[in-house]
């Protein structure tokens, strides 16, 4: 057997930024082009003239384009001195903001006195000297300082006089270390009121327009001001009825618009806008009570006891937090938030930098629901606040829906194009026009009125309101369908999807969970089955199913996420929270696990209770980076801690002891998983003696989760949906390319991508495996054939994969082949190989453990390819992917999906097929109507311009009527 199949890296890192153009959020996904323009009397004199030479037309021209204004009415200067920023975005969008300036008291003003300035002063944190926040005591902004800044998309930037640059109003999240949020005391109230004038009111305000303003918005689109110029030449010519319908259509047209868009606004406002009081930290021992709308980055808050919706962005920092985030992920399950370790503390550990991706498991995000917090006696749960506004996690979804990435889309595109082509056949015929009349000698009012009407002829006005009808039709029937659309213009551009993505946990396969086997380690083996509990005799592996969850009472309800809550019945165990009462763990202890009590054996003979209790001390939570989870225990009269895991197979194999790791256990995990079934290994530890209950309490995760005793694995079953099947087929032979796209196990998902027919049984799949550098060994890829893919240990007990001969393209047997790729060779190519990653998303099929930013990198890559995408999910992780998709169908109701342009109130895909009839039937409705209306207007035009140059001047006169 050969060498496998191996590329090696290329060139690394995005292409470099234009040295002559200046740019804020440099090397980001929001970054944009930056001008600055300073003001010009002159130029601003001369605009005003012109605007009164063509009787206001230049000034609606510029109401149009006002990046165009700009440039015509200042001059270009640098952005020191700049009194108004021109931005462009990276889709070629412009946007105008107005440089102004505050003094530190919160006084507006127009601009800095002459000499100053220089005390045009920002919050921020020195170059090349990171403190351990960039809000500290010395950078406050001092009295008679000015804040300089600009508002666009809602973001603040303010101006750095260090860097000479406009930087984002940037909170805690950046550039803070861990210690500092443990040390933070509160804001005195001058640190909290200067604070507040740099960063703004802590409230996402959705502004509903006035209807006034809408009216006047709408009115002067430049289709509205040609079908009023096109009425008015109409009615000087006598041509009353059909300039009337056409009339009638429009305020109808704009009626509606004008009340979808009040309504839209309102319902996001309601949805989104909301302020309570919170208390806040004024010292050690002063808690006082205000508005969440004046909470800024550093104040410390309370956590109420009885549970509250978040309003900032606030890192945990004592006591736990049930929290539902179903706004941020669409899942309604709670998840335990725990407190922020204090690195500084910790003697072996350096006090790192907070990273808000890395601690999202300490983060109470804003917008989300605190169901509940355990505390500890009179200690308060406390959190620090880390942003505020519309750079929170709720603040940059509501952007991205109030600023949605446009849809570039060919007929679009080319309804434009042919438009200014017919307005270019127009002016010609306009010149010709007046030609001829000139020379027959007619008079001037007639020349004028027949070179004008000739254009009305050319470029139908009623084209683009016939373009909407079948758009209109579409969006009822799709409502009939229980398919609600936000997005109307997203209907036309449904009927050109060519490739369609699925999340699979929720969308193809069923939402819950069925316990089939549990495979526990015995005798070194994983030879026995059991589906009853009750005969498995490993009274640890049991216990790690009765521990290792973060499950939670909620007014007497047992709730959680769905594996664990079906991993801890299947046990039979009880769940109390018993939190400072549990004194006989001599410790707190806020969970405590036991079996049900059976009457018949709960005393021995001297009737002592024989009740086996295990207080779950210390959780730490699910990473979907690390993949698993951990809790440290302590059994009843036990003098020892102990610690259980569970987690994806290949990250509990790793840390466990390579001789507790039976030689069956590949055979065993790919019998499981290419059955489609959900496996969970489960391990555990005895930690050491010295290790007592405050330095449990301190340990990071990584000093304890090693050395493990692997215990076996949990097996479920995810069944696919009845539903899912068919419309796979149907996809399929419409010739429209399906994509599985999905948070788990490659093989589960290669088994569940063949069981609907997104893999047909004769076309084989080659899994792309993924090595970053390491060492002097530079990054590579593997090609391996799916059937041939195994996992052996090393000797130190990590996983790699046996190397087999293969090759990219296919063998010579007439089959064609998928690509399917995980998450962490994903990475790999993006930044080792991304001149391969276009050639892997044309074939690739299955796409496994990705995570939400990297579901959104996929949709985007082909839509790069020429692909129009959509993309299919239950709004758990998926909220990236559907707003990027050129058309998202969301199966949840939750707030995240608020940023899809459909969503299907029936819980399958049988919604796709149904979307992609209804935008075809639209879109071919659009192109017939376009058709039609601009074939009808040339020929008319010709038959005008044909009348004139004949001499037939009676006929001419009647062109109105042919």
């Known amino acids: 057997m050969g060498k496998p199949a191996k590329i090696k890296a290329g060139r690394v890192g995005p292409p470099p930024l234009k040295d002559d153009i200046l740019y804020v959020n440099a090397c980001q996904e929001d970054q944009m082009e930056i001008y600055g323009y300073a003001k010009n009397k002159g130029k601003e004199i001369c605009m005003w003239i012109l605007y009164f030479l063509t009787v206001g037309l230049l000034r609606l021209f510029f109401f149009w384009y006002p990046h165009l204004m700009i440039a015509a009415t ?37 601009s800095p006195e002459t000499g100053q300035e220089n005390k045009v002063e920002v919050i921020s944190y020195k170059k090349g000297n990171l403190p351990n926040t960039p809000l500290k005591q010395g950078d406050v902004v001092r009295e008679q300082s000015l804040i300089r800044f600009f508002i666009t998309k809602k973001v603040k930037y303010v101006w750095n006089t260090s860097s000479q640059e406009f930087e984002k109003a940037k909170g805690l999240d950046h550039s803070t270390r861990c210690s500092y949020f443990h040390e933070a005391s509160g804001l005195s109230h001058l640190e909290q009121s200067q604070r507040r ?69 309102k319902a996001l406002r309601n949805t989104i806008d909301s302020s309570s009081i919170v208390t806040v930290c004024r010292g050690r021992d002063e808690y006082i009570e205000i508005s969440s709308e004046d909470l800024v980055p550093g104040d410390v808050i309370e956590i109420p006891r009885n549970g509250c919706i978040m309003q ?9 937090c049930i929290v539902n985030e179903s706004m941020l992920t669409g899942e309604s399950v709670p998840v335990t938030k725990t407190p922020l370790p204090n690195t500084k503390m910790s003697k072996s550990q350096d006090d790192i930098f907070f990273n808000i991706k890395e601690h999202s498991r300490h983060v109470l995000f804003c917008g989300t629901h605190i169901i509940q917090t355990r505390y500890y006696g009179t200690h308060k749960v406390r959190a620090v606040v880390l942003r505020t506004g519309f750079t929170t996690a709720k603040g ?169 809550l079906i991993m801890f019945e299947a046990t039979g165990w009880d769940l109390i929270e ?37 207080g779950i001390i210390r959780q ?36 466990s002891k390579p001789e507790t790791v039976p030689n069956d256990y590949h055979d065993k995990l790919m019998k499981y998983t290419q059955h489609g079934y959900r496996v969970l290994a489960l391990a555990w530890r005895q930690l050491p ?81 993924g090595y970053p550098e390491s060492g002097k060994t530079d990054a590579y890829l593997e090609f391996v054939y799916a059937e041939e893919y195994k996992q052996e240990p090393t000797k130190t007990g990590s ?98 999906s608020v940023a899809s342009p459909f969503t299907s109130k029936k819980p399958n895909i049988e919604c796709v097929p149904t979307l992609i009839r209804e935008g075809r039937a639209a879109l071919t409705t659009s192109s017939g109507i376009f058709k039609y209306m601009a074939l009808y207007s040339l020929i008319q035009f010709m038959t005008v311009c044909i009348l004139y140059w004949r001499g037939k001047s009676m006929l001419a006169d009647m062109y109105g009527i042919i």
């Open 689 to 769: 003696a010295k290790l007592k209950y405050t330095k449990i309490q301190r340990i990071q995760r990584e000093q304890v989760e090693k050395g493990l005793t692997f215990l076996g694995f949990l097996v479920t079953e995810n069944r696919v949906k009845p539903e899912t099947t068919p419309v796979i087929t149907q996809l399929r032979q419409a010739n429209i390319r399906t994509v599985m796209v999905t948070g788990d196990n490659m093989l589960t998902a290669l088994s569940v991508a063949r069981e609907i027919g997104m893999v047909p049984p004769k076309e084989r799949v080659v899994l792309v495996q």
């Open 197 to 265: 004038h740099v960063y703004g009111s802590n409230s996402i305000q959705i502004h509903v327009t006035p209807i006034i303003t809408l009216l006047f918005k709408e009115v002067l689109s430049p289709f509205y001001i040609f079908q009023l110029f096109s009425c008015s030449v109409w009615y000087a010519d006598e041509y009353y009825y059909y300039a009337s319908a056409i009339i009638l259509m429009s305020v109808i047209s704009i009626t509606v618009t004008i009340i979808q868009t009040r309504r839209m606004q």
């Open 578 to 614: 018993e939190g400072e009462n549990s004194s006989k763990f001599d410790m707190i202890a806020p969970t405590i696990v036991r079996p049900k009590s059976d009457e018949s054996r709960s005393f021995d003979q001297h009737f002592k209770p024989l009740q086996k209790e295990i």
């Open 396 to 564: 940059e979804l509501v952007r991205s829906i109030m600023y949605p990435k446009p849809v570039d889309f060919k007929f679009n595109r080319d309804t434009y194009i042919f438009v200014g082509a017919l307005a270019a056949i127009a002016g010609i015929g306009f010149i010709y026009t007046i030609v001829l009349m000139v020379q027959a000698g007619e008079h001037p009012s007639d020349i004028i009125l027949r070179a004008l009407d000739l254009i009305t002829i050319a470029v139908p006005p009623a084209l683009p309101a016939a373009l909407t009808i079948g758009i209109v039709f579409a969006q009822y029937r799709l409502k009939k369908q229980l398919v609600y659309c936000i997005s109307p213009r997203s209907i036309n551009v449904s009927g050109s999807i060519n490739a369609f993505c699925f999340d699979k946990t929720g969308t193809l396969t069923e939402d819950g969970l069925d316990m089939h086997i549990v495979v526990p380690m015995e005798n070194d083996n994983l030879d026995k089955e059991y589906t009853d509990l009750s005969k498995v005799d490993n009274d640890n592996f049991i216990s790690a199913m009765a521990t290792c969850h973060s499950l939670t009472l909620i007014e007497g309800v047992l709730s959680g996420d769905p594996l664990d």
């Open 74 to 110: 200042h001059e270009k200067s640098s952005l020191k001195h700049a009194v108004v920023v021109v931005l462009k975005d990276q889709y070629n969008q412009w946007f105008v903001a107005k440089v102004k300036f505050k003094e530190s008291n919160g006084r507006d003003v127009q």
């Open 799 to 896: 996983a790699s994969i046996e190397e087999v001969t293969v090759d990219i393209l296919p063998r010579d047997d007439g089959n064609t082949f998928h690509f399917a790729i995980d998450g962490r060779s994903w990475s790999v190519v993006r930044t080792h190989f991304d001149d391969l990653l276009q050639k892997l998303c044309v074939r690739g099929t299955v796409f496994a453990r990705f995570s939400a930013e990297q579901k959104g990198q996929l949709i985007e890559t082909l839509q790069e390819l020429g692909y129009f995408v959509g993309m299919c999910g239950d709004g758990a992780n998926d909220c990236g992917a559907l707003k990027t998709a050129h058309a998202g169908i969301s199966l949840s109701e939750a707030e995240a």
């Open 620 to 655: 730490f939570t699910f990473s979907s980076s690390l993949q698993r989870m951990s809790v440290i225990v302590r059994m009843l009269g036990s003098q020892h801690f102990e610690l259980f895991a569970k987690g994806a197979p290949e990250k509990i194999i790793q840390l």
């Open 312 to 320: 900032c962005d606030a890192v945990l920092v004592a006591g736990n």
